[in-house]
């Protein structure tokens, strides 16, 4: 296992690449006070993105999900 591997995993180009798409589907209503995604529009924006064939998109959401449950 790398060192770092999570800084690795999160590309400085790509940081809010999953707010803003998210923001682009659903809008405001998708978040909460803090700013955090809801965990539900997290799941209909990875269904979303099966849909259209973006790969890298869901792995991408993939990885936001699984930093959501990290403390």
Do not use: S
């Not at 995993?9 to 700013?35: Q, S, W």
């Not at 799941?43 to 936001?64: C, F, M, P, Q, S």
Request: charged share 35%; net charge positive.
């Amino acid at each position: 296992m790398a060192k770092k591997w999570l800084q690795k995993a999160i590309n400085p180009k790509h940081k809010d690449r999953v707010k803003n798409y998210v923001r682009r589907l659903y809008g405001a209503k998708a978040f909460t006070e803090r700013g955090t995604i809801k965990p539900e529009y997290l799941n209909k924006a990875e269904e979303h993105a099966e849909k259209t064939g973006n790969t890298g998109l869901v792995r991408a959401i993939a990885l936001a999900k699984r930093l959501k449950k990290m403390h």
